[in-house]
C-alpha cells in the first residue's frame, strides 16, 4: 500500500503518525515548526486522510505500510513518532524493525490493550447522513445528537472533503475501522525488547498512560525509556501544548 505522505524541511529525518480518526493535517502546523531543523515526512495511516483504504487495519500491517514508504522514498533511517494509534503504529514499528530507526517517539499512548471507548463516535459517525447535505454546519448539527463536545464534532469533521459532484464525503474507511476497532484497541507485544532511545510523552490531565504502565509495559519493551508529562495537557497534547511539545522532541531528537 502507497500511503498518502507530506514532506517539509532538511536534515535530519522525521517521520510523524496521527491518531485515530486523525490525519497528517492534524500535525501539520507543530511541523512546519520542526522542519526548521529536521526532514519531517507526515503520513496518512491506512484507512485514514488520503491513503488507500482496505479491508485489513492492524498494527502488523500498519507497521509494513510505513516501512514500504521508507524504502519507497529512500528515507535514511528516520527518527519515528506517533501519537495514539499512530504511536502504537510507531511502537509496532520499532519492536519489529529495530535497524530501521534511530529514535522513537510515542505521544500519549501506552502498548497496553485499551477497553472499547470510541464506540459513541463511531455511532455519530455512521449516524450521519450525508445524503443532500451541502454544509458543514449540516453535519455539525447531527453529530451534535451525539457528541456534545465542539472540538471533538471539529475535530472529526476534519475529515470531510468534496467530491468532483460537490457533495461532502469522509476521507476515513469508517466501515474498516468499526469492523477492526479490536484491532485498533489491542495492546503491542513482542519477544525482544527495543533498545533504542524512546520518549513517551504523556498529558497531565489524560489517563491514557498510567503509573503502573510506565512501570509495567513501557520499560518491559523499550529499555531505554524516558516518560515526560505537560500537566496542562489531555490526549490531544500536541494541539493543547505545541510549545512544549517541541522542545521536548528537539532536545531529545538533539542528544547522543
Known amino acids: 500500500m502507497k500511503l498518502h505522505y507530506k514532506e517539509m524541511g532538511h536534515g535530519q529525518p522525521l517521520l510523524i ?18 522542519a526548521e531543523h529536521y526532514n519531517v515526512f507526515l503520513v496518512d495511516l491506512r484507512n485514514h486522510g488520503r491513503s488507500p483504504h482496505n479491508e485489513e487495519h492492524n498494527y502488523d500491517v500498519m507497521a509494513d505500510d510505513v516501512l514500504r514508504l521508507i524504502d519507497e522514498l529512500q528515507i ?3 527518527a519515528i513518532m506517533g501519537h495514539s494509534m499512530g504511536g502504537k503504529v510507531a511502537m509496532k514499528f520499532a519492536l519489529k524493525y529495530p535497524t530501521r530507526l534511530t529514535k522513537l517517539i510515542v505521544v500519549d499512548i501506552a502498548p497496553k490493550a485499551y477497553p472499547p471507548h470510541h464506540d459513541e463516535i463511531i455511532e455519530a459517525l455512521q449516524s450521519v447522513n450525508l445524503e443532500g447535505v451541502t454544509s458543514r454546519s449540516e453535519v455539525d448539527e447531527q453529530l451534535a445528537q451525539h457528541i456534545k463536545e465542539e472540538y471533538v464534532r471539529l475535530f472529526l469533521m476534519k475529515n470531510l472533503h468534496r467530491k468532483e459532484d460537490n457533495t461532502l464525503a469522509w476521507r476515513m ?3 474498516a475501522i468499526e469492523k477492526n476497532y479490536e484491532h485498533v484497541a489491542a495492546g503491542i507485544t513482542a519477544d525482544v525488547p527495543f533498545k533504542k532511545s524512546t520518549l513517551f510523552i504523556k498529558g497531565g490531565r489524560s489517563s491514557y498512560i498510567q503509573p503502573e504502565d510506565i512501570y509495567g509495559s513501557i520499560e518491559h519493551l523499550f529499555t531505554l525509556v524516558e516518560v515526560e508529562t505537560i500537566p496542562e495537557a489531555g490526549h490531544w497534547v500536541h494541539a493543547q501544548s505545541p510549545d512544549k511539545v517541541y522542545d521536548l ?3 531529545f531528537l538533539s542528544t547522543d
Open 17 to 34: 503518525m496521527h491518531g485515530l480518526f486523525g490525519t497528517l493535517d492534524n500535525w501539520q502546523t507543530l511541523a512546519k515548526r520542526l
Open 76 to 78: 535514511p533511517t528516520p
Open 173 to 175: 474507511n469508517l466501515d
Open 249 to 251: 522532541v528537539t532536545r
